[in-house]
């Protein structure tokens, strides 16, 4: 029996990287990791999940930053992971405003079900952590097994219980993405 293909999609502010509200993160130096986040990644990694960050980045098509720019923000994150001989396997940007309606932007599907056909995956052996409500609707429209709300961005614990944010609740709700996937991995060890 072969193991499907399990990939862990991640979002990116407040999930890897400290969550600037009303800023983007332009620099690598504005690129603050989030405290367990490289082991996080490297635990998926080792536990064989692939891993995916999937992140809506306005800030291109406002002219606030360049693709360029991006790069070398990423390039901070991916240093990190190398160091410890894990990374991410697959990445979307989607760097277009809101207005321009594109298929890409979350809440919308469309980067989750490109990495998964990339992956050669099926969405349903995919869990999503995210820290906004357009995560946990792109995730469910997706059709990924589980959406897992990581605190300290966007939302809160309270917002968490609210209809208007998560009509379909969050699967977990964790402080962290260390702890989430310190979770999914005793669950899936069984
Ligand atoms: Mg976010
Ligand atoms: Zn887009």
Known sequence: MTTPVRIAFLDRDGVINQYLPGEYV?????????P???????ALKDAGWQVAMVTNQQGIGKGFMTPADLDAVHAKLYAALDAVDARIDAVRVCPHLAVAACSCRKPKPGMILDIAAELGADVRNAVFFGDTDSDA????????????????GKRTAEDALQTKYFPTPPDGVFPDLLSAVTSLLQASNI
């Open 36 to 42: 367990g986040v490289v082991d996080a990644i490297k």
């Open 26 to 34: 332009r620099t690598p130096d504005e690129l603050v990791i989030l």
């Open 137 to 152: 609707a792109a995730a469910r429209a997706a059709g990924v097994a589980a959406f897992h709300l990581i605190l300290g």
